[in-house]
T-cell receptor, first 117, second 115 residues
Framework: GAVVSQHPSRVICKSGTSVKIECRSL??????MFWYRQFPKQSLMLMATSNEGSKATYEQGVEKDKFLINHASLTLSTLTVTSAHPEDSSFYICSARDVLAGTHEQYFGPGTRLTVT | AQSVAQPEDQVNVAEGNPLTVKCTYS??????LFWYVQYPNRGLQFLLKYITGDNLVKGSYGFEAEFNKSQTSFHLKKPSALVSDSALYFC?????????????FGQGTTLQVKP
């Protein structure tokens, strides 16, 4: 149980284009999902907290117009990197909490490697 | 402000020997503490957590962690390391000012287990 998937696992796009990354909770409902960014051999940086049916909460320094987050259902959140640039190349990881289970841990997706050329 | 520190960038241990990955925290109130492991190009896998109760917490793959309130530490341990334990380990603490369960992660510690 408590499986989170991400799609795609890898994506290469050209500078200036937009890329959408999907995060799904496969066997539980996730009212809250989190989006992280990770640079090589570094820790996870929380970008935003995604709440089902409402606007995402962005961390300080994260451009909300560049990183669009939509959490339209209890099992799906999407992150769209708009007008991507090479500096947006990174490993993006989502996580979700199984709120109904009453546990406190987050379950993480396998990550998406974005390369902007 | 709440924070987590992992003082070692890398820990090297021989297979079969005990291992310890260190974590210290700073929180207001009672801490909710977690350990996660990450293999190359993968997401994080949950290992164990401390919420309340016994200070020694047992988790997945034979790992355990000891909560020490006086030293504000939550070190990850395993009695006998395996080569397959080689990975990146993260300690995390829950942010209580947020009702969404937001986590703050330490810098990560690379564990290298040599045969």
């Amino acid at each position: 149980g408590a499986v989170v998937s991400q799609h795609p696992s890898r994506v290469i796009c050209k500078s200036g284009t937009s890329v959408k990354i999907e995060c799904r909770s496969l066997d539980f409902q996730a009212t809250t999902m989190f989006w992280y960014r990770q640079f090589p051999k570094q820790s996870l940086m929380l970008m935003a907290t995604s709440n089902e049916g409402s606007k995402a909460t962005y961390e300080q320094g994260v451009e909300k117009d560049k990183f669009l987050i939509n959490h339209a259902s209890l099992t799906l959140s999407t992150l769209t990197v708009t007008s991507a640039h090479p500096e947006d190349s990174s490993f993006y990881i989502c996580s979700a909490r199984d709120v109904l289970a009453g546990t406190h841990e987050q379950y993480f997706g396998p990550g998406t490697r974005l390369t902007v050329t | 402000a709440q924070s987590v520190a992992q003082p070692e960038d890398q820990v090297n241990v021989a297979e079969g020997n005990p291992l310890t990955v260190k974590c210290t925290y700073s929180v207001s109130g009672n801490p909710y503490l977690f350990w996660y492991v990450q293999y190359p190009n993968r997401g994080l896998q949950f290992l164990l957590k401390y919420i309340t109760g016994d200070n020694l917490v047992k988790g997945s793959y034979g790992f355990e962690a000891e909560f020490n309130k006086s030293q504000t530490s939550f070190h990850l341990k395993k009695p006998s390391a395996l080569v397959s334990d080689s990975a990146l380990y993260f300690c995390a603490v829950r942010v209580f000012s947020s009702n969404t369960g937001k986590l703050i992660f330490g810098q990560g510690t690379t564990l290298q287990v040599k045969p």
